[in-house]
T-cell receptor, first 113, second 113 residues
Framework: NAGVTQTPKFQVLKTGQSMTLQCAQD?????MSWYRQDPGMGLRLIHY???????DQGEVPNGYNVSRSTTEDFPLRLLSAAPSQTSVYFC????????????FGQGTRLTVV | DQQVKQNSPSLSVQEGRISILNCDYT??????FLWYKKYPAEGPTFLIS?????DKNEDGRFTVFLNKSAKHLSLHIVPSQPGDSAVYFC????????????FGSGTKLNVKP
C-alpha cells in the first residue's frame, strides 16, 4: 500500500526559483491538504482541496499555488521561492466522511538559499 | 498568534510510568480535537480524538481529557513504552469545519527504558 507519496524528499532552491512539490494518494480520498512544519510553530495549513477542481486557502497560503485536476494528485507550486519558505512540507489526505484520520506523506524538506 | 499551544517542548518519562502531554487553546469555538504522533523522518499518524460533547475518550493505553472551561486538553499514556518516544501534536477545529485544523507546536516525548 503506497498511501500518500510525496516527491522529492529533499530539495534546495535558490531564491526566486520555482518548483512543484508533488503529492499523490492511492486511497481514492476526496480531501487533500498541504501543511508546512516550522520549529516552534507546529503544522500550519497552506491549501486544501475537497475534490477534483475544488481548492481553498488555509492558514498560510501566500506564495503557494495549488490545483486539483485529478482525485489522486495535489501538487503544490512555489512560483518564486523565498528563504521564508524553507520548511518541511507535508501532504495529507482523508475520506470526506472521516473528520479525523488524515494520512500524511513522509514530508519534503525544502531549503531556499 | 497561535490558537493551539503546547507549552512543553519536551518531556522525559521512565518506562512503565504515566506520560501526560498538555495542550491549551484560545479559540472558544474549537469543538473537535485530535492528537497525532510523529516519528523522525515520517509523517504524523493519527492517535486519538475527542469531541467537545465529551470530557474523556479512551483507546487502549491512550486517554484524552478535555476541560472546556479551562480550554485545556491532555493526553495520558499509561503505561509508557520506549516505542512511544515521538513528537506529539494536538490539533483543533471549529464549528464542524474538519477541513481546517490548527496544530500546536508539538511535545517531544522520551520514554527511558
Amino acid at each position: 500500500n503506497a498511501g500518500v507519496t510525496q516527491t522529492p524528499k529533499f530539495q534546495v532552491l535558490k531564491t526566486g526559483q520555482s518548483m512543484t512539490l508533488q503529492c499523490a494518494q492511492d486511497m481514492n480520498h476526496e480531501y487533500m491538504s498541504w501543511y508546512r512544519q516550522d520549529p516552534g510553530m507546529g503544522l500550519r495549513l497552506i491549501h486544501y482541496s475537497v475534490g477534483a477542481g475544488i481548492t481553498d486557502q488555509g492558514e498560510v497560503p501566500n506564495g503557494y499555488n495549488v490545483s486539483r485536476s485529478t482525485t489522486e494528485d495535489f501538487p503544490l507550486r512555489l512560483l518564486s521561492a523565498a528563504p521564508s519558505q524553507t520548511s518541511v512540507y507535508f501532504c495529507a489526505s482523508r475520506r470526506t466522511e472521516s473528520n479525523t484520520e488524515a494520512f500524511f506523506g513522509q514530508g519534503t524538506r525544502l531549503t531556499v538559499v | 498568534d497561535q490558537q493551539v499551544k503546547q507549552n512543553s517542548p519536551s518531556l522525559s518519562v521512565q518506562e512503565g510510568r504515566i506520560s501526560i502531554l498538555n495542550c491549551d487553546y484560545t479559540n472558544s469555538m474549537f469543538d473537535y480535537f485530535l492528537w497525532y504522533k510523529k516519528y523522525p523522518a515520517e509523517g504524523p499518524t493519527f492517535l486519538i480524538s475527542i469531541s467537545s460533547i465529551k470530557d474523556k475518550n479512551e483507546d487502549g493505553r491512550f486517554t484524552v481529557f478535555l476541560n472546556k472551561s479551562a480550554k485545556h486538553l491532555s493526553l495520558h499514556i499509561v503505561p509508557s513504552q520506549p516505542g512511544d518516544s515521538a513528537v506529539y501534536f494536538c490539533a483543533a477545529s471549529a464549528g464542524g469545519n474538519f477541513n481546517k485544523f490548527y496544530f500546536g507546536s508539538g511535545t517531544k516525548l522520551n520514554v527511558k527504558p
